[in-house]
């Protein structure tokens, strides 16, 4: 391994989006950055790999499809502003009169950009129904805005002032959507099209914070967005500002253990990993002034010893991980999507009606009969079509899967862990024959699928969890933990210890920037996490 700064200001454990939004911004004042990464790309759940040869490559993000929190103003805004990249980095808004596509036998419902919209839709699908459907719209926004106005840093003594003023802040604190739903006595087939986003927090309303839900629900209303220039595009820029300025990605460095000293946590060793995954043996030791934990907080502090921690800390380490995921990367040839209604949205679909019992179905039963699950079209989604060959089109499907079942799946039988993948894949596209793109499967001109041992194997995350930590009511809100350790010159800067997806992890970034530096990173503006 080959270095060009013996002892930098700040290691970062890992390559995600939290701890290379970091490493940016601090390389960008003058800080000496490093940053060790197991793979051999660059960007955790933000990576971008790649199928094929010559003319016939294939190019799919490893888990984002789209993002939120993009507009002026807001927290990936401002974090480009302030790294010199936002003319360089730039996003192309979903389509404002439904940017989600939510589907269900006898149901259709297209979200549209706008709350007033979507409670007249909303009211149009349900007449008997529409006042409490608008009373709830309305009570959505009010909520979203009570909580864009909190920071997750803050103390309960800086939020006594507020608290007249977050009276859905405190009355909600520990509801599920499902326990919202009911509050407001919405028809169930209204509940399922409002959180038919599921695949997006990988839980079901009866176990999904109504906080988590409210954040990202309301983030995509104001705008959802996907990267004109594709993922890849993103994660490129932020590492280019961290080798521009004469920091280090170190690619191929798996970190093996920390190096402490008392209770100061001085370093970290590393292996040396192939792409084939094989480790050589070769060993290395980097020393820094401030070490930042990109990678999963509790298999970090059980390396260092949680007997290190402190009781408080520890009590937040103790969290449960998200639901892992199944995944299908396709491309199409021979057809074009957007003759069966496909273009600048996402489609949502279920065949069957109870979200909790469909989730219940294909997670704890590993039943796929009836599945629930996301499409998405990245190819239409910008006019860059630097991810597939011309004439083809990149087709993503995701649903939710038990990292158990697969990978006992996997130890036991090789060749019933593929059955099982082909089985989810082919329900999946039971459907969308059935009700969206006949004759798919003729058109099929390349696919791969991802189980939740993919995720573990590719992303280092434990049990193949989608999103760290689960979002359940325990683990959104005042006692979700946060970068502080209790041990010195030591950072978590993860998902689990901020907020996930694109806009949260990049905000867990910036928030550790300002509380070490002092300085804004947009100055006069909130971050607005939208996560708070």
């Not at 993002?67 to 980095?89: E, Y």
């Amino acid at each position: 391994m080959s270095s060009s700064i013996d002892r930098p200001d700040h290691l970062i454990v890992g390559s995600g989006l939290a701890g290379i939004a970091f490493g940016a911004l601090m390389a960008r004042t003058g800080r000496r950055v490093r940053v060790l990464e197991a793979h051999h790309h660059a960007g955790g759940y933000g990576h971008t790999f790649e199928f094929g040869k010559g003319d016939r490559r294939f190019r799919f993000n490893a888990q984002f499809h789209y993002v939120w929190n993009c507009g002026p103003g807001r927290t990936v805004d401002n974090f480009l502003r302030k790294l010199g990249l936002a003319g360089k980095v730039t996003f192309e808004k979903y389509d404002v009169d439904g940017f989600d596509r939510m589907r269900m036998p006898g149901y259709a419902l297209d979200v549209p950009g706008d709350f007033d919209e979507l409670a007249r839709r909303l009211g149009n699908l349900f007449p008997r129904d529409a006042g409490r459907l608008a009373d709830f719209v309305d009570e959505v926004r009010a909520t979203e805005l009570e909580l864009d106005t909190l920071s997750a840093g803050d103390g309960l003594l800086a939020l006594l002032p507020r608290i007249p003023r977050l009276r859905r802040a405190l009355r909600y604190r520990t509801s599920t959507l499902q326990d919202v739903f009911d509050r407001f006595a919405l028809p169930r087939e209204a509940q399922t099209l409002l959180a038919l986003q599921w695949p997006d927090f990988m839980l079901p309303p009866c176990q999904l914070s109504f906080f988590a839900w409210v954040m990202l629900f309301a983030g995509y209303v104001r705008g959802a967005y996907y990267p004109t220039h594709h993922f890849e595009h993103v994660i490129d820029s932020l590492v280019g500002v961290i080798e521009d300025a004469g920091g280090e990605v170190l690619l191929g460095q798996q970190v093996t253990g920390f190096v402490v000293e008392g209770r100061r946590v001085v370093g970290a060793t590393t292996e040396e990993v192939l792409e084939s995954g094989e480790f050589t043996g070769r060993r290395d030791q980097h020393h820094a002034t401030t070490v930042v934990c990109n990678m999963d907080p509790r298999r970090a502090a059980e390396m260092i010893g949680l007997d290190r921690f402190s009781r408080s800390v520890r009590r937040r380490l103790d969290y449960a991980y998200s639901p892992s995921n199944f995944m299908a990367y396709c491309a199409v040839e021979g057809i074009d999507l957007r003759e069966f209604g496909f273009g600048r949205s996402n489609l949502f679909h279920t065949e069957n009606p109870d979200l909790n019992d469909a989730f219940s179905a294909m997670y704890d039963r590993g039943d796929y009969a009836r599945p629930s699950f996301a499409v998405t079209v990245p190819t239409l989604l910008s006019d860059d079509r630097s991810d597939c060959p011309e004439g083809t089109q990149i087709l993503e499907l995701l649903t939710v899967a038990n990292y158990e079942r697969f990978h006992a799946l996997k130890i036991a039988n090789a060749r019933v862990y593929r059955e099982k993948k082909l089985e989810i894949f082919d329900a999946m596209l039971d459907v969308l024959e059935r009700h969206y793109v006949p004759d798919l499967r003729r058109h099929l001109c390349f696919k791969t699928t991802g189980s939740p041992t993919t995720n573990e194997r590719y992303c280092l995350s434990p049990a193949g969890n989608s999103y760290g930590s689960d979002m359940t009511p325990r683990n959104i809100g005042l006692g979700r933990l946060d970068d502080r350790t209790s041990l010195e010159g030591f950072h978590f800067c993860n998902a689990s210890s901020g907020f996930a997806g694109f806009a949260g992890t990049i905000w867990t970034g910036c928030r550790l920037y300002e509380r070490l530096t002092g300085d804004p990173v947009h100055e006069g503006a909130h971050l607005h996490t939208g996560a708070s």
